[in-house]
């Protein structure tokens, strides 16, 4: 038998939660059973009720049978999405929702931990931010218990903001900035413009509050006269950055507070800054503020610092983007060290624009003053400069680095994901 939105969503409320993977079941969980190009969730449903499974969606008919606890739909990821959306209009609380070229997981868990000391939340987990993890972080807040919740977004295509505010219904926007990435699913600077603001366009839709970088000239002029709070050197929420440290440092002259973050490189200032800002708007007290920005200690290859065999490695090796790389080689280039060292991975997804892009990284380091430049990734192509060492091979790269690198060298790690530019640690 088939099921509405309203019958499954009756029976979501009975059911512990939502599971997509038969290898982390929750015990009377409703399963989807999604599909993905080298994988049909629907072959797995039967093995998600024998893991303790309540239910399991489907849209196979031929996976169903006389078990009532299959539920065939005609779609399930877009039964997943309108379950979510129906699940968002029953709730009456704050959503954050929080887009960005780079710094919006940092800046989501910044938030998380401010809003947390106070506040029952629940935040996007890691970085499940597109079409499926949207969904699967509104169905887990509990609309008798969670007081705010922070979703984050991310885009590789056109108009995929937008759609995901349709199910997330935000009453608070943040864009942490926009910069050049994924420009194989965008076209073009203006592509990533356009989808980045419809999380302003949905905020402004509600009458809610958009926090806004004041010393971002186009998420200023995208704000326009919206209700909103600033942030950064300039705005309502001031703040003032030592950009020389190894661990991001900054003042709040309206406090008189000095935090010194465990996080590494100037760039992560406005994302602190917005975390600043969040708080103040929801009436967190400044000390708690302090206490949970200081404590705050990144994970998952993002603005860590790793100290190894005398060498400070600075891994962000997350992800990269043209206007990522550029802030993480100008943040280096200010650091105070003897041996400075980049250790650099290409850069994916600009499409056409992929070989412009990795020679300005290129014209960029030669304007600096790095000691030795290591280039992984055939993006990058070759180059005369002494300096630097550019390879496709990774063995290569490794053989050059354990000869040539001095001691109690500072090194930056970075590059996109599929580059796995953390292997670098085992050889350091």
């Known amino acids: 038998m088939k099921y509405n939105i309203e019958q499954i969503y009756q029976l979501y409320l009975q059911a512990s939660g939502i599971s997509t993977d038969t290898r982390k079941i929750k015990e009377k969980s409703i399963f989807f059973a999604l599909k993905g190009e080298n994988f049909d969730g629907n072959k797995f449903a039967k093995d998600a009720l024998n893991e303790g499974a309540k239910y399991a969606v489907i849209d196979d008919i ?97 108009g995929e903001i937008a759609f995901l505010c349709q199910i997330a219904q935000p009453t608070h926007g943040l864009i942490t900035n926009i910069g050049t990435a994924h420009l194989e699913g965008f076209g073009s600077q203006n592509g990533i413009i356009e989808t980045k603001k419809a999380l302003y366009e949905a905020v402004k839709h509600v009458d809610g509050t958009l926090f806004v970088n004041a010393d ?95 060498h400070t490695i600075i891994v962000d090796a997350y992800n990269a983007n043209p206007s990522s790389m550029k802030e993480a080689i100008l943040n280096m280039s200010k650091l105070k060290s003897e041996h400075k060292i980049l250790i650099l991975g290409s850069m994916k997804e600009l499409g056409t624009e992929s070989r412009k892009e990795h020679e300005k990284i290129i014209k960029l380091i030669e304007q600096q003053d790095f000691e030795q430049v290591y280039l992984l990734g055939k993006e990058y192509g070759q180059t005369t400069n002494p300096k630097i060492l550019s390879s496709d091979s990774f063995e290569e790269m490794v053989t050059a680095i354990q000869k040539n690198i001095p001691s109690n060298s500072t090194i930056l790690l970075k590059g996109s994901r599929s580059m796995k530019m953390e292997r670098f640690l085992e050889i350091l």
């Open 62 to 158: 031929s996976v169903a049978n006389d078990d009532n606890r299959f539920i065939l739909v005609e779609n399930v990821l877009q039964t997943l999405q309108d379950l979510a959306a129906y699940h968002r209009q029953k709730l009456h609380i704050p959503i954050i929702g929080i887009t960005g070229t780079n710094g919006k997981t940092t800046t989501k868990e910044l938030v998380n931990a401010v809003l947390s000391t106070q506040y029952r939340v629940v935040a996007t987990q890691g970085n499940l931010n597109n079409h499926i993890g949207v969904p699967l972080t509104l169905l887990e807040i509990d609309h008798k218990h969670t007081q705010i919740a922070i979703v984050e977004m991310g885009a590789n295509h056109i």
């Open 216 to 310: 971002d000239d186009l998420l200023l002029q995208l704000a326009g006269n919206a209700k909103q709070l600033t942030y950064g050197k300039q705005g309502v929420v001031k703040g003032i950055c030592n950009e020389k440290k190894m661990y991001m440092t900054f003042r709040l002259p309206e406090f008189n507070k000095t935090i010194s973050t465990q996080l590494t490189g100037a760039y992560n200032f406005p994302n602190a800054m917005a975390a600043v800002a969040v708080g103040l708007h929801f009436g967190i007290d400044i000390e708690d503020i302090v206490y949970a920005l200081i404590s705050y200690k990144p994970t998952n290859s993002r603005s860590q610092v790793e100290e190894i065999h005398g």
